[in-house]
């Protein structure tokens, strides 16, 4: 049963937040499904709702911001509808998360072994001694020198690479099913961002988990993801494998962001960048969330928003230019792509 | 941090060695003294007072004579009631320190207390209100306060007595002296506290699987609390050595009443004696501030 394969499947999930200026619907009805074991990209750029369905997963929004609508899938269980008591043991057991920026991620005035160690007794019976003795484990699997040593010390005596390796230790402490990483790498210098890229693939093979990793750098997806959604504007663009999107680009955007990173092919050339600017999740278009700013926009790109289709390799898209190629060419008939107004 | 303490005491030292030559001189530099003035005293007892208190000697000769006793823990007697200086300061500060201790705890319960609903709430109408009112008791003068409390316990409503010989009930002075200080570590938590939830690290703690109300007290309150306990230390020695305006209107004898009465009697002995204890006490409360900061927020450095 598909059921079964996947650990976690989100459907139809809308997100949004209440602001002064009005809702924002950062999230509009985003699907993905995670295999076991497997790694998911969610590539994007600011403000297209990536960190933001990770949030949504682990119920973890600001105060303003709340799941509108969709069910989010653990086992197959719904845990839009689990109680907050329950919610706090899905955190840190089931699915763990690193953040963004390790330098802020870390309360200051504790030091790192009592937070591995809150991590540890809150979701196993391990005690005392022995909390203590798996976060020296943990701190040692993730490459931290001198755990021993180190756990009686302070975030602020750790660099920012190590605190990373720290956020990565304590998400894995209880080795949950999932770990979610948002933009695990974004705040660290490049040799850095390599070793914990690399020190997440290896604890992956070793723990096993399922990992989501988010991200707006290409290369990292490119380096790390089996499964890659792309989203722009809340909404996903093109899901699939990561040679589908990396070789076989369907979505405009896709394309657009293919393009605008350095490759060998490329060199010597200029890039391309996107133009324009994000769009304003206050005010969304009726149609594509990305027509303002595609060079191909037809008229019906502005008026209906397309809907996902299957791809002539089998990957998933969501653009009208897709639609009426596949139309033309006859591979499917206009009324498959449901909602077509051709 | 031993070091660190040795170097502030050393410091200490010396400030107090200065706030003693200023009083000094300065007082001695106001017209009068302690024997001036009243009802005519024979010429022979005037100068024998005046020799018993060393007056009779140059400015610069009483200030050494009054260190050197100083040094061997003399504070001498008062020029007024001939008692010894520090039983009469530890007496009156007792009385003081009672009521500042309570005062202290209370602003402090209230404060935090207040201050976190106030962030927790934010917007809201708990917010509204208790900002609302602690801008009301921040601006509300002491002796305006504590009137409204006399006016309105003791005598409209006869709850409290407004002053009993033996028994004095020290719950409206209490009141009297915590509202400001509650009033302003109430704004100072919730600033604080509005500032540490929206830090990363809290929603770390959340998803880790802590309990909201874990997130609150350990993760949250503590970072909180940094810039609070940089008021407290100030605050504390302000409050127990006693407010003149409260001590006043309740008709209670502690040390701020007696400082200002030695000050009118120029009761010279008795001057410096309140004047010295009062700079070696806030002195220590700021050394306190710092150690205490240090141990809640090891970021510090104090060496």
Redesign the interface.
Known sequence: MAEEKNILSVVDLHTSFTTDKGEVQAVNGVSFDLEAGKILGIVGESGSGKSVSAYSVMQILEKNGSIKSGQILYKGEDITKWPEKRMRDFRGKCCSIIFQDPMTSLNPVFTIGYQLKEAIKLHTNRKGKEAEERAVEMLELVGVNEPRKRIHQYPFEFSGGMRQRVMIAMALACEPDILIADEPTTALDVTIQAQILELMQDLQKKLGMAIIMVTHDLGVIAQMADEIIVMYGGRVCERGSAEDIFYRPCHEYTKGLLRSIPNVDSMGKRLQPISGTPINLLNMPKGCAFCPRCDEAMKICLEKQPPETRTPDGHFASCWKMIQAEIESGMIRPEDASGSGT | MGKYVVKRVLLAIVTIFIVCVITFFTMNAIPGGPFAGEKAKSPEVQAALEKRFNLDKPVGQQFVIYMKNLLHGDFGISAKTGREISDTISSKFSVSAKLGVMAVLLAVFLGVVFGSIAALCRNRWPDRLIIFLSTLFTSLPSFVLGSFLLVIFSVKLGLVKAWSPTNQNLILPVIALAMYPSAYITRLTKTSMLDVMG???V??????????WKVLFV?TL??ALIPVVTYLGPMIAGVLTGSLVIEQIFTIGGLGAEFVQSITNRDYPMIMGVTIFLAVFMVTMNLLTDIVYKL????INLD
């Open positions: 830090q990363d690290y929603r770390t703690a959340r998803a880790k699987g802590v309990a909201q993760h503590r970072n809640i927020d090891p970021r």
